[in-house]
Every structure is written in structure tokens, then in C-alpha cells.
């Protein structure tokens, strides 16, 4: 059978995920809408041109998502809905979608948002379509890698997830590139981890915690530290099950440092008040210069990612590795973040698709079959190695 999907933001990752689902989802069309038509009409011609001969029908038109009928209107047909816009608008388009009668996921981050999609739960499931947040990489692929560990294993205890989009060389004052957008990434740097320890639910600020990790090749020792949204939903879900659940973020070493003095002068900040009178407004300024300055479109990127879970398997002391490495593809020109995120959402997206996912509002770790998403992975062009080892 062949589905049709709508991706709503043609930007980066919304080509990507056309891409795949072109490739690898049974799609027989995929809509994609941007508030600017000319982008969604620059991604289609792209598509057309990485692709040659497809039989999905591509189109394009705009959609301020912003408008909610305006999105339910185009969601209607879809089988499935994928987001790749700013996750503030994720609960109103869920809403849309339900409205639609299509399935829905994003790309999401927000783990706030992300309650409010799934208190949409009954709704969901009495409309007959699935709705499933935090489908991209982290949150998303590193928590699904989480669930086939912990699945696969007779009583897991602890995992650890650490993963990083990175420049292939160490470049710019910052030893980093924007790989994604600044509000997502602030997004991150800012809050709190909401983790699992001894096995009370915590939180943890973001940018404490640093520690070293190591990974083979040239990459060499990197630094890790506490970021926002990585779990998601897994420290509720996982609640009476494991002792420790966390989350890490993996830069160059000395990154951090400097992000930390750059967040305690405010430099990220919407409005701050001077004892002089007035006020000043430094993010906008701060954004403009990420976006000018750390863009760096000659140096390539890369994304780590390692989900580590221990516990125990017949008898023995376990511990299931499960790591990634994914380098910018000359061949499509799809970025390591763009294909590490879009790629493993597409997926979900087939899944939801085939009906392979209930009807309802579910965290990714519930709703996708974690041993089925992990051997689909590689048909998506996403290799995972697994390293087991036991103490005993």
C-alpha cells in the first residue's frame, strides 16, 4: 500500500524527511508546506532532482501553521502529519491533526509541550489516529536505542545517553557550529535535565555536570553535559523500573565554559534591565551573530551518539552499548544532524502509516515497537553498532 504524507516546514529537516519517506516509507505523495511558498516550491525541485524517476508525487504550497484551520486544512487526506517547525506550535498542530484525522509526530524538544500532546490521549485514540512527540534524534532516537536495551535486557538498571551534533574540524571561538536552530539550541542550554537518580524522579540545571568521553578515531576526548528535553518522557515512564536515567549533550572541550560565562551576562536573555534606566534586549543581537558567525558552510559536521544500558541478563552483570557516528553525505548533501534526525522520524512515520502504532497519545518509547524500529533502522540508512559485555 502506498500512504501520503504532509511534512509541515520545508526548511532542512523538513527535506530530509520528505526524502526518506520518498525512499523508504511506501509514500505514494508528500505534501510540504512552509509559511514561504518559494522555500516549500525549492525543496520539491531539490527532491525531484535527488530522486529522478520517483513515483511519489511531490508538491508544494504554503501554510502558516500559526493559523490553526489553515493547518488542519492541510493535514486532510494525510495519513500521517510529520512537524519540522519551531516545537512551540507542536500542541496547536496535534490539535490540528486530530481535527484532520491524521497521525501526527514531531521533531519536538520541549518536554513540557510534550505533556500537553499527550493529555490528548482519548481524544486521539476516539478519532482513530496516533500522536507521537519527540521523534527526532535527541529526544527521539537515543531514547528509542534506550528502549531496545531495556527491553532486551532481564532487569536493566541504569542509561546513559550522550549525544552531540559537531563540526568535523574544531572551529570558531565557540569549537562548534550551528547545526540546528539558535532557539532549539537555547532551548537546550537552558532549565533543567529531568533525570532519574537512585530512582526518584530530579532535576538537573542545564550546563552542570561536565565529564569527559571518549570515542574512537580522530573525535579523541570530548566533554558532556547536562542539557534539556534529551530524556523526554523515559524518567516517567520508566519510574519504578530503573535507578538512573540521564542525558548529556557532547561538545569539543572548552565549550561549555564559555557558554557558561556568556548565559551569566545575560547574553541570551530577551530583556535586561539596566541599574542606569532602560533596558536592553541582547538574545536578538546574540541570535543574529550565531547565525552569521557559526554557520561555517565549508566545514562539514558529524554526530555522536551513545546509549549505554547495564543491568543485568541471565544471571550475569550486562551492559548494552549502542552507539552511532554519522558524517555530512556528499552524495545528497544532507547534513549528519539532518539525516540523524529526519531519518529515524520518517520511520516512526511509516510505522504510524501501517497502523503499527495504536490509536492515542503515547511517548515514542510506548507507541513504536522498539525491537521492530531497530531493525528497520538500517533500511533508513542509520547504522547502529551494539557492543555487549558482561563482569562476570
Not at 2 to 18: D, F, M
Not at 235 to 246: I, N
Not at 310 to 328: A, F, M, N
Request: glycine share 10%; charged share 20%.
Amino acid at each position: 500500500m502506498a500512504y501520503e504524507y504532509v511534512v509541515l516546514g520545508a526548511g532542512r529537516q523538513g527535506v530530509a524527511l520528505a526524502y526518506d519517506l520518498a525512499k523508504n516509507g511506501e509514500a505514494a505523495g508528500v505534501r510540504l508546506f512552509d509559511v514561504d511558498a518559494a522555500v516549500a516550491e525549492r525543496a520539491v525541485a531539490r527532491l525531484r532532482q535527488l530522486i529522478p524517476g520517483t513515483t511519489c508525487r511531490f508538491s508544494a504550497a504554503r501554510c502558516d501553521v500559526a493559523d490553526a484551520a489553515a493547518a488542519s486544512g492541510a493535514m486532510r487526506g494525510a495519513h500521517c502529519v510529520l512537524s519540522a517547525v519551531p516545537y512551540v506550535f507542536n500542541e496547536r498542530l496535534t490539535n490540528a491533526a486530530i481535527d484532520a484525522g491524521a497521525s501526527f509526530l514531531d521533531l519536538g524538544g520541549n518536554t513540557s509541550v510534550v505533556r500537553s500532546q499527550l493529555a490528548m490521549h482519548e481524544i486521539a485514540r476516539a478519532r482513530g489516529v496516533s500522536i507521537v512527540p519527540d521523534c527526532g534524534l535527541a529526544p527521539g532516537l537515543g531514547n528509542s536505542l534506550a528502549a531496545q536495551g531495556i527491553a532486551s535486557m532481564d532487569a536493566p538498571r541504569h542509561v546513559h545517553v550522550r549525544c552531540g551534533g559537531l563540526p568535523q574540524q574544531r572551529v570558531g571561538p565557540l569549537q562548534y557550529k550551528l547545526v540546528f536552530n539558535f532557539d532549539g539550541l537555547m532551548n537546550e542550554y537552558s532549565g533543567f535535565g529531568e533525570f532519574l537518580r537512585d530512582g526518584k524522579h530530579v532535576e538537573v540545571p542545564a550546563l552542570s555536570e561536565p565529564e569527559s568521553i571518549n570515542f574512537p578515531g580522530t573525535l579523541g576526548t570530548c566533554e558532556a553535559a547536562v542539557t534539556s528535553g534529551g530524556t523526554s518522557t523515559c524518567p516517567h515512564t520508566y519510574h519504578g523500573r530503573l535507578e538512573t536515567y540521564d542525558y548529556k549533550t557532547v561538545r569539543y572541550p572548552g565549550h561549555f565554559d564559555i557558554i557558561r560565562v556568556l548565559f551569566a551576562l545575560g547574553c541570551f536573555e530577551s530583556n535586561v534591565p539596566l541599574s542606569r534606566g532602560g533596558a536592553i534586549q541582547p538574545r536578538p543581537i546574540m541570535r543574529a551573530l550565531f547565525e552569521e558567525r557559526l554557520t561555517f558552510p565549508e566545514v562539514r559536521d558529524l554526530v555522536v551518539l551513545r546509549t549505554v544500558v547495564r543491568g543485568t541478563h541471565q544471571g550475569k552483570s550486562w551492559r548494552t552499548q549502542y552507539d552511532l557516528y554519522d558524517l555530512h553525505d556528499e552524495k545528497t548533501g544532507f547534513t549528519a544532524m539532518e539525516r540523524t534526525t529526519a531519518f529515524p522520524a520518517a520511520l516512526v512515520a511509516h510505522f504510524q502509516a501501517r497502523k503499527l502504532v495504536e490509536p492515542g497519545a503515547r511517548p515514542l518509547e510506548v507507541a513504536v515497537p522498539a525491537r521492530e524500529y531497530f531493525e528497520e533502522l538500517a533500511k533508513h540508512d542509520i547504522h547502529i553498532r551494539v557492543t555487549e559485555t558482561t563482569d562476570d
